[in-house]
């Protein structure tokens, strides 16, 4: 799939196309290219005109609209059935009678299984990349998969790699529990915040106008400086206590919230 990327415009055929189309084209088929010439103003919609092909709503009196809302209804039961079928089966695996055994069998160590989930959730993209029938989103999806797997044997084995991140990965969690806004802060400055910041530099400082270019280096260089002195600040001039002073009275405050609550039920 992947060599053909050049001479077939990075397409390729789906595997996952092969197991749901039979199942799919039982119930709806309907013409993409005629779909395709309307939303690019090739053609017009001719009132009466039907897009679906064959499969069980070919024929009907229903507009097209009637049938494709019952068929993204049917698939909203559909995925909300496996989700549900999905939980039931792992609690009565890991919560039930079984629990025991699995835990013998498996040899239970809560540090491997969180990796192994780790890279449990790139099986997703890559199975969404599969779908699209495109080289480049499992190009990407590859990526992800890969940057998960030696990031695990870079770090992780070693002791003197593992240990900041699993002493930041307590922290966090000692963070998040003391004043639970933390965790919501720590996701919106790690994947919002610093990203958009980092693309904005990168722009600027790539840009083709040179004002633009001497501005990016003038931001970027506050940036850096705001960022070392910042870590200075927590580390050397009493940062960290007064931050985890704040955390004690957030946590106080939600203690007394919680014991004035159970006072009043």
Same mark, same amino acid.
């Given at each position: 799939?992947?060599?053909?990327?050049?001479?077939?415009?990075?397409?390729?055929?789906?595997?996952?196309?092969?197991?749901?189309?039979?199942?799919?084209?039982?119930? /709806?088929?309907?013409?993409?290219?005629?779909?395709?010439?309307?939303?690019?103003?090739?053609?017009?919609?001719?009132?009466?005109?039907?897009?679906?092909?064959?499969?069980?709503?070919?024929?009907?009196?229903?507009?097209?609209?009637?049938?494709?809302?019952?068929?993204?209804?049917?698939?909203?039961?559909?995925?909300?059935?496996?989700?549900?079928?999905?939980?039931?089966?792992?609690?009565?695996?890991?919560?039930?009678?079984?629990?025991?055994?699995?835990?013998?069998?498996?040899?239970?160590?809560?540090?491997?299984?969180?990796?192994?989930?780790?890279?449990?959730?790139?099986?997703?993209?890559?199975?969404?990349?599969?779908?699209?029938?495109?080289?480049?989103?499992?190009?990407?999806?590859?990526?992800?998969?890969?940057?998960?797997?030696?990031?695990?044997?870079?770090?992780?084995? /070693?002791?003197?790699?593992?240990?900041?991140?699993?002493?930041?990965?307590?922290?966090?969690?000692?963070?998040?529990?003391?004043?639970?806004?933390?965790?919501?802060?720590?996701?919106?400055?790690?994947? /919002?915040?610093?990203?958009?910041?980092?693309?904005?530099?990168?722009?600027?400082?790539?840009?083709?106008?040179?004002?633009?270019?001497?501005?990016?280096?003038?931001?970027?260089?506050?940036?850096?400086?705001?960022?070392?002195?910042?870590?200075?600040?927590?580390?050397?001039?009493?940062?960290?206590?007064?931050?985890?002073?704040?955390?004690?009275?957030?946590?106080?405050?939600?203690? /007394?919230?919680?014991?004035?609550?159970?006072?009043?039920?």
């Amino acid at each position: 799939a992947m060599s053909n990327a050049k001479t077939s415009s990075g397409a390729f055929k789906s595997p996952v196309d092969v197991i749901v189309n039979p199942l799919t084209e039982k119930i /709806i088929d309907v013409d993409r290219s005629a779909i395709y010439d309307v939303a690019t103003g090739k053609s017009t919609c001719v009132l009466a005109t039907s897009f679906i092909k064959k499969g069980a709503f070919k024929g009907t009196s229903m507009s097209d609209g009637s049938v494709g809302a019952i068929v993204v209804c049917m698939g909203f039961v559909i995925l909300v059935c496996a989700l549900l079928s999905l939980v039931k089966m792992l609690a009565k695996l890991f919560l039930g009678p079984t629990k025991k055994l699995v835990a013998r069998v498996l040899n239970y160590n809560g540090y491997v299984n969180i990796l192994v989930a780790n890279l449990g959730t790139t099986a997703t993209a890559l199975l969404a990349s599969l779908v699209t029938g495109k080289s480049d989103a499992v190009a990407i999806a590859l990526v992800h998969f890969w940057f998960n797997v030696f990031g695990i044997f870079l770090f992780y084995p /070693i002791p003197i790699t593992r240990k900041p991140i699993l002493s930041w990965a307590r922290s966090l969690a000692f963070f998040s529990v003391s004043w639970p806004f933390s965790a919501a802060l720590f996701l919106l400055v790690l994947f /919002i915040v610093a990203p958009g910041i980092g693309l904005g530099l990168v722009y600027m400082c790539t840009a083709d106008a040179t004002v633009t270019q001497v501005f990016g280096w003038i931001i970027m260089s506050v940036v850096a400086l705001s960022g070392v002195g910042i870590a200075f600040w927590y580390s050397k001039k009493g940062g960290r206590e007064i931050w985890y002073s704040f955390l004690e009275r957030k946590r106080h405050e939600r203690d /007394i919230r919680q014991h004035h609550q159970l006072a009043v039920a």
